[in-house]
């Protein structure tokens, strides 16, 4: 969906790219390989037991190296259960004729089972407010469609509890009904976060009241459970001065109150737009705000060692906002949304190693939206059942991590751009075709991509990988490839004229090429002198996987 007028397109493609040479110092360890991949979430709950939806869940549940965690929105909301854009309900209280409290778990059960079934792990977002407790209660659905105003969103939802101690044992009752189905241990490996983006339309009071709030959320969930996790604030993008405030006092209060703070969440977006006619990535703001965080959590030496979820990560912040009404959007159905995702793994890793933060998990935001149009440009990671390349990204990163043990490598690329170029610049001008290793005691898995922030047609980049500080013998080679012709269902369906109602066999085909396909057939590799040398090509907005087992 690139927006392109020919004649930028005749003079990009023309141009010429050196060579270049990526070293990748197996023996040298920079630190651990967490799986800060392993994170996924979306604002509309009642989507998750629905077909597709099951579907994508029992994928996310399947990736390999660690637990996946799943967070998502409105799991306290007033309602019938109805999904909408940005919106749900699983109505778990409301009030009788006399104000005694109604309890019913039985749709936030329907949500945590499909979870735990498929494998994966609930990060309970312990929100929004319901009704019949909220200061400000009407009106309470949003009715908001992509285009709409955010004026009628953030409605009685989003208000602070009329009554501080029915919140909190509405509270106390859901992590004890938890602990009694699912029992001790399992509840115990969960995260329990309170609210989310409190410092924006989501929390319609002060930030001493959202204290006020996260005291009361943080005593009900110990209560129930001590063994149990609970964090915040899930604030926004602290690159901006509001939410770097709101952050900090957040930080201060539990410091000097002494509040039971297990992890601590915020998030970090991107910003997108469209220049000259193509979409121009914002990848300098995402890292941006994932170091102020870093930076605010550091001045809290309490805190400093405290596991940080980054609980929503993303080139930018609407997943409801299909491109065909926000145009900026549309690197979401092709290859440039994994590359990206990739870039910033990588940022977020060396960030976290600079300021010497416990960086935990990149949650990203995006899942699917059930009964809409084949590839319609919204943040998701599946499009009808179909596996957009997105998710491929997910499936690499989780191969490269799946024996225990595993450990960042040294990597230098001849043609890297610098994190702290990121931060300030972006990629804007000579390409970013860099790569990021791992070690485990069977494999070297080396994921390489060329990436730029303008999704314009670019040369494609001759990469000479050489590994260094192996032991001698043969080994497998496995290389896998994301590019606008291999694990992209996107390209297969518009050549099949973008079907709304593909066949039987149309569908098949798409669902095969939504998956993670190798570039080449798997092949000896030998290992001379400890080292080996491999050379690939990719094209511009493309990423390759390449694992040596031995």
């Known amino acids: 969906m690139r927006l392109i007028p020919a004649l930028l397109t005749a003079v990009i493609s023309v141009q010429a790219q050196d060579a270049v040479t990526i070293r990748v110092h197996a023996d040298q360890k920079i630190g651990a390989f967490k799986p800060i991949y392993s994170y996924f979430g979306y604002d509309e709950p009642n989507f998750t037991y629905a077909k597709n939806g099951r579907k994508l869940i029992g994928e996310l549940g399947s990736l390999k190296g660690a637990p996946v965690y799943i967070r998502t929105h409105f799991m306290l909301a007033t309602g019938d259960g109805t999904a909408g854009f940005k919106f749900g309900s699983t109505n778990a209280y409301t009030e009788d004729a006399a104000g005694r409290p109604i309890y019913d778990w039985s749709i936030t059960d329907r949500i945590l089972d499909t979870y735990l ?5 609930p990060f309970v977002e312990i929100g929004f407010m319901p009704n019949a407790l909220s200061t400000n209660p009407e009106p309470y659905r949003p009715d908001w469609s992509p285009g709409s105003n955010f004026d009628r969103y953030y409605l009685g939802w989003a208000y602070p509890p009329k009554d501080y101690s029915k919140w909190a044992e509405l509270v106390y009752r859901w992590v004890r009904h938890t602990l009694d189905k699912y029992g001790r241990s399992e509840v115990e490996s969960w995260y329990w976060e309170v609210w989310n983006e409190p410092d924006i339309g989501y929390w319609h009071g002060t930030p001493e009241e959202y204290d006020k709030l996260y005291d009361y959320t943080a005593e009900a969930v110990k ?15 602290p690159s901006g ?11 201060e209060h539990c410091s000097t109150k002494n509040v039971p703070l297990d992890f601590i969440t915020y998030h970090a977006k991107g910003r997108p737009s469209v220049v000259d ?18 930076q605010i959590v550091r001045e809290f030496p309490k805190f400093q060692n405290l596991p940080i979820v980054l609980s929503e990560s993303d080139p930018e912040g609407c997943a409801a906002c299909s491109a065909r009404v926000y145009p900026q959007n549309a690197y979401r159905n092709g290859p440039l949304y994994p590359v990206y995702t990739a870039v910033m793994m990588k940022n977020i890793f060396e960030l976290a190693d600079r300021a010497k933060t416990n960086i935990a998990g990149m949650l990203t935001w995006a899942f699917e939206f059930e009964d809409h149009p084949y590839f ?21 990163a989780s191969f490269m991590g799946i024996s225990p043990g595993a450990a960042r490598v040294r990597v230098e690329s001849s043609a890297n751009v610098p994190v702290q170029t990121m931060l300030t610049e972006g990629v804007r001008g000579a390409a970013d075709v860099d790569a990021f290793a791992v070690r485990t005691d069977r494999a070297v898995s080396v994921t390489v991509w060329n990436y730029h922030d303008d999704d314009v047609p670019g040369p494609d980049a001759k990469v000479q990988i050489d590994i260094s500080g192996l032991k001698d013998g043969p080994g497998v080679l496995l290389h896998y490839r994301i590019d606008e012709t291999h694990s992209n269902a996107w390209t297969v369906w518009k050549k099949m004229g973008s079907p709304q109602h593909p066949s039987a066999a149309q569908y098949a085909e798409l669902e095969a090429a939504g998956q993670l396909q190798e570039m080449e057939p798997s092949r000896t590799a030998v290992v001379k002198g400890g080292k080996i040398s491999l050379e690939i090509t990719l094209s511009r907005e493309a990423l390759s996987l390449l694992n040596l087992v031995f």
């Open 277 to 294: 006619g193509h979409v121009r990535m914002g990848i300098a703001k995402n890292a941006e705000d994932v170091d102020k965080g870093f």
């Open 376 to 396: 319609d440009g919204f943040r998701t990671l599946a499009t009808n059942g179909i596996d957009k390349p997105i998710l491929n990204f997910f499936r690499v």
């Open 223 to 237: 209560r129930a459970l001590p063994g149990a996790k609970i964090g915040g604030p899930a604030s926004t993008g």
């Open 117 to 121: 079934q498929a494998g994966a792990k």
């Open 241 to 251: 001065a509001k939410a770097a405030a709101f952050l900090r006092q957040f930080l």
